[in-house]
Every structure is written in structure tokens, then in C-alpha cells.
């Protein structure tokens, strides 16, 4: 398994911008994608921070959106 970003611990809670900079450089490792497919998560979902990186993740793609189920 790739690892991508790391950081944190048991005692860290990670901010927006941590969320945003480890997508931004997961994004450059990988590559930006040509087409994306946004599949955020429900509301039993909603402690893990999903629906807020999912929210980044529309902001850092934008164009490259093609939907969102």
C-alpha cells in the first residue's frame, strides 16, 4: 500500500488546512486527474470528516468534476 501523506497521532487533530495541503500533495504524487466522480459520504459519515474533504476536493478539481451521487 502507497502511502501518499502522513501525519498526525492519537493526541493531533488535524485543521482544514492540514486536509487541503494533504490533498494538494497527494494530488501532485499521483497526478491531478483528467475526469473526477465525487461520492460523498451520508450523514453516518459525518465524525470522520468525509463530507469535508469531499468539499475540498470539489475545490481543488473543480472543471475536472464530471458529477456528484
Not at 502511502?3 to 486536509?19: H, N, R, V
Not at 497526478?31 to 460523498?40: C, E, N, Q, R
Amino acid at each position: 500500500m502507497t502511502i501518499y501523506f502522513e501525519a498526525g497521532s492519537e493526541s493531533t487533530s488535524l485543521t482544514s488546512d492540514d486536509l487541503r495541503r494533504a490533498l494538494e500533495e497527494s494530488f501532485a504524487k499521483i497526478g491531478s486527474p483528467s475526469k473526477a466522480l465525487l461520492l460523498p459520504p451520508d450523514h453516518t459519515r459525518l465524525f470522520s470528516r468525509a463530507g469535508e474533504i469531499t468539499s475540498l476536493c470539489y475545490d481543488l478539481l473543480k472543471d475536472k468534476i464530471t458529477d456528484i451521487m
